[in-house]
């Protein structure tokens, strides 16, 4: 009934302690960078293009490659859109020369 | 290759892991962020020597067309329009996740694209991940595209109100739900899954529609965390281990941006979602709130000039009205000339200032003002007393001392940078208007304020011209 169970509680235990590695490491940012960590976190939620590619890449064209395709894209967008665009901000931040 | 795929992906996990550290201090978070892009390069290429990937041109067309919007995006964007950017890239990322749910659905329905009448054991785990990225993936989806729309002026940034708004959304939500648990007995019903599909995204609409403009940096903080928590149900639906840390870290970086800004208003997350406060506004004088009498006093560029030249301190207060009229740069020639003079010129950001968190800092970053002139609210709110000018430029409801000792005020309790403290407070703002939450401003009536009318920009280059004549 359900996928092998331990299988799935490991995936629990790796989601749990994951969000409270990122509790810990985010109350520590500044008010200064919460921009640049938003648009770069939100580029590391691109993640979501290694399901895409596994996708778009199957070997019989259904409609899951269709699916996949589009979500290569979205994806991409997210991914190249998000750490370009983090960059160019963290460029601008400078402290007094 | 199994072994080699999996380190890869727990060496990506690590580098995403160290470029949020990173991310965490202005000295090291273009590394960080570079870190990161080195993980999500690392997880790319390694996932295309998985076994499943044995075709190769759909990939490549949707890697070009997806990089190529992203690059053009990325560079092409103004700072000022960065609250979109990042509404519209967040949902991007929760629009990818709905969209492998549902290929991974198909996928693994022996009855597509032809019926055999196979058994479908959908194992309960994964049918619950999948209905829970529909639905959160869905929701993020359009929910940031109509934040995307409202900041850009495409959708209307008020208060939308409809009919039975509360009612209808829980009944939606339950209903997912419903065909949800549906469709994990009965996997095989295809035509279910596409309707909870639309019905998620319709509730992103729904959901976003009625939060006003101003309550934007809550939205897109959450919509953040929203994206994040899509990856990681995404990753169970796969098995993927990484999607799930880093959607994991991504979601717990969201919600903490959310309390941060949730708590910059003194208000709950609820209060915000529900779209309440700006109500008030919209209910006209009704506010419950006697309007403050009395005479406002107005003041010219030349006379601000003369009064500048006498002090030694001066704190500005940016807030959105800055970035409408992408006064950045003027505001920085200022501080210049100032500077010069000998004056000490300090920046006080209020926390949910602009229209996303942390909007004003990139805003002033972009017109090279050093960040550690830029001082959080608790960092300075001790200051004004002894400051002797105070020049706000478009912001107005966190300088409103109502919030202080008005109970009946809606801003009461919301925390206030008390700029009211310092010996002149001046206020550039366009008119006397009421700010976001629909009510007058005290401020503008105290003694020791100025108005100095004028579109931010104007004034502040006018101000700034005024005072290299002296």
């Not at chain 1, 590695?21 to 500044?30: A, C, Q, W």
């Not at chain 1, 293009?49 to 064209?61: D, H, P, R």
């Not at chain 2, 899954?193 to 934007?216: E, N, Y």
């Not at chain 2, 004003?360 to 609210?377: C, G, I, T």
Request: proline residues 4%; aromatic residues 8%.
């Amino acid at each position: 009934m359900f996928m092998e169970n331990l299988t799935f509680l490991m995936h629990i235990y790796v989601f749990v302690l994951a969000i409270f590695v990122g509790f810990e490491l985010i109350t520590k940012v500044p008010p200064t960078l919460h921009t640049p960590l938003m648009s770069g976190s939100n580029a590391i939620s691109g993640i979501t293009i290694v399901g895409a590619l596994l996708s778009a890449g199957l070997e019989q064209f259904t409609i899951s490659t269709i699916l996949g395709m589009v979500a290569v894209i979205f994806a991409m967008i997210n991914v190249v859109g998000g750490f370009l665009v983090t960059d160019r901000m963290l460029k601008m931040f400078k402290k007094k020369k | 290759m199994r072994i080699v795929i999996e380190i890869t992906y727990l060496v990506s996990s690590i580098f995403f892991i160290f470029g949020i550290k990173y991310l965490g201090s202005p000295k090291t978070a273009r590394k960080g962020n570079l870190f990161a892009s080195i993980g999500m390069l690392m997880a790319i290429v390694i996932t295309l020597f998985d076994q499943h990937v044995l075709t190769f041109e759909w990939i490549i067309i949707g890697v070009i067309i997806g990089s190529t919007v992203g690059v053009i995006l990325a560079v092409k964007v103004p700072m000022t329009g960065m609250p979109q950017m990042v509404g519209m890239l967040n949902g991007f990322g929760g629009g990818a996740s709905t969209l492998v749910a549902l290929a991974e659905y198909h996928r693994i329905n022996p009855n597509y694209p032809v019926d055999l009448g196979l058994p479908f054991n959908l194992p309960i785990d994964q049918g619950i991940a999948i209905i829970l990225s529909l639905l959160i993936g869905g929701v993020t989806f359009t929910g940031s595209m109509i934040a995307f729309g409202k900041l850009q002026g495409l959708v209307t940034g008020r208060v939308v109100k409809y009919p039975l708004q509360h009612p209808l959304n829980l009944i939606l939500l339950l209903a997912i739900i419903a065909g949800g648990i549906y469709i994990v007995i009965n996997p095989g019903s295809i035509s279910l899954v596409v309707i909870i599909t639309f019905v998620s995204l319709l509730l992103g609409v729904l959901l976003v529609l009625p939060i006003g403009g101003a309550d934007m940096p809550v939205a897109i903080s959450l919509l953040n965390s929203y994206s994040g928590i899509a990856g990681s149900t995404t990753g169970f639906v796969l098995g993927n281990n990484e999607l799930i840390i880093a959607g994991a870290l991504v979601g717990a970086s969201g919600i903490i941006l959310t309390l941060i800004m949730c708590r910059g208003m003194n208000r709950s997350l609820m209060n915000v979602l529900l779209g309440g406060w700006a109500s008030a506004g919209t209910a006209g004088t009704a506010t419950g709130t006697t309007s403050p009498k009395g005479d406002v006093k107005s003041i010219d560029a030349e006379e601000l000039a003369m009064l500048l030249d006498s002090v030694s301190s001066v704190i500005v207060v940016p807030g959105y009205g800055m970035a409408v009229a992408q006064a950045q740069h003027a505001v920085r020639d200022l501080m210049n000339v100032l500077e010069k003079k000998g004056v000490n010129v300090r920046f006080a950001i209020h926390p949910v200032a602009g229209r996303m968190p942390g909007h004003m800092n990139v805003l002033l970053a972009e017109a090279q003002v050093p960040y550690d002139k830029l001082f959080a609210m608790e960092d300075i709110n001790d200051d004004f007393s002894n400051t002797d000018v105070v020049i706000v430029i478009g912001a107005n409801d966190v300088v409103n001392p109502a919030a202080r000792h008005d109970q009946s005020s809606p801003i009461y309790g919301m925390p206030i940078l008390n700029v009211d403290y310092a010996k002149t407070v001046v206020i550039n703002k366009r008119s006397l208007n009421v700010g976001y939450a629909g009510i007058d401003n005290e401020l503008f009536f105290y003694p020791n304020a100025l108005m100095y009318f004028g579109d931010a920009k104007d004034a502040m280059t006018k101000l700034t011209n005024e005072i290299k004549n002296l």
